[in-house]
């Protein structure tokens, strides 16, 4: 029999957060201390209700904690979701995949292929259906498919913390305050909770779509480059040359000259074998 610890990837997961290390809030400073000294996974809030039947078909309430694997995984999990809180929206502004991989909870085969299903499943199986986060999929209509689910953290999260919803509310007027601050600074109009909600929300979703065009963009350029790289090298310079000729015109050929067309052909092929080999630029 498999014991866990040979089938858990990373027993002792933390959030290490990213290269471009952004200043947060004090209140959200305040939060993530106050999460690195509570044991959030074996506070009573993470103790959930089962309905177990009995013999004589009576319910028995009973109480099962989280496994130590799953409790390791969601003290770091509320580090990360903190520090990308945006305090305005409620939302949390970094996808499942960034989240799993700043908390070392992702995986990759030995096919190179990247799961995240231990954050995905502590989410969407633990985290959700106790209130502690609500999760929203918005339709991708480039790509046909959902995009990142859109994670709001719920003033029960905070209650985790021993923080109420009062000093929540305080912190969003005093975010609020910060950013009506800079608007008239700016000699515009200053705006209510509900318009900086809706504007942070807003511009998340925006730079969702710009990070899946781009990401959809990069990856289909590389599978046209792997494509092509794959084929023998003197093939594969032919089918640049004749981009090349069907890209420029006759005075731009002309004046090219055959050393000028083969460097534009050197560069080309060099160019492809780089992007054929590298992954998206995802920090």
């Known amino acids: 029999m498999i014991s866990r610890k040979c089938y858990i990837h990373n027993p002792n997961p933390r959030f290490v957060p990213p290269k471009n290390n952004k200043r947060r809030p004090y209140f959200i400073c305040h939060a993530m201390k106050k999460a690195s000294e509570i044991d959030v996974a074996r506070c009573e809030l993470t103790y959930f209700l089962q309905i177990k039947k009995t013999q004589n078909s009576n319910s028995l309430k009973t ?31 970094a996808s499942v995949e960034q989240l799993s991989d700043e908390c070392g ?69 005093q975010q609020l305050g910060w950013i009506n ?9 200053p705006i209510t909770m509900l318009d900086a909600k809706r504007r942070s929300k807003d511009a998340q979703i925006k730079n969702i779509f710009k990070y899946r065009i781009s990401r959809h963009a990069f990856y289909k350029k590389k599978r046209n480059a792997q494509r092509l790289i794959s084929l023998d090298e003197k093939e594969a310079r032919q089918t640049i040359l004749r981009a090349l000729v069907a890209k420029y015109s006759i005075s731009e050929l002309t004046k090219l000259g055959p050393n000028g067309l083969k460097k534009q052909v050197n560069i080309s092929y060099y160019y492809l074998r780089k992007i054929a080999t590298n992954t998206y630029p995802d920090n």
């Open 63 to 93: 109480f099962r904690r989280l496994n130590e694997h799953r409790a390791c995984a969601m003290r770091a999990m509320v580090l990360a979701m903190l520090y990308h809180f945006n305090i305005s929206s409620e939302l949390v502004q």
């Open 105 to 173: 909870l992702s995986t990759l085969s030995k096919a190179g292929n990247k799961s995240i299903t231990r954050a995905s499943r502590l989410i969407t199986n633990f985290m959700e259906p106790m209130g502690f986060v609500t999760c929203k999929k918005t339709w991708d209509k480039i790509l046909g498919n959902y995009m990142p689910k859109m994670i709001t953290l719920t003033p029960l999260f905070f209650m985790l913390l021993d923080i109420s919803e009062k000093n929540l509310i305080n912190a969003k007027q």
């Open 181 to 189: 601050k800079n608007l008239i600074s700016k000699g515009l109009k």
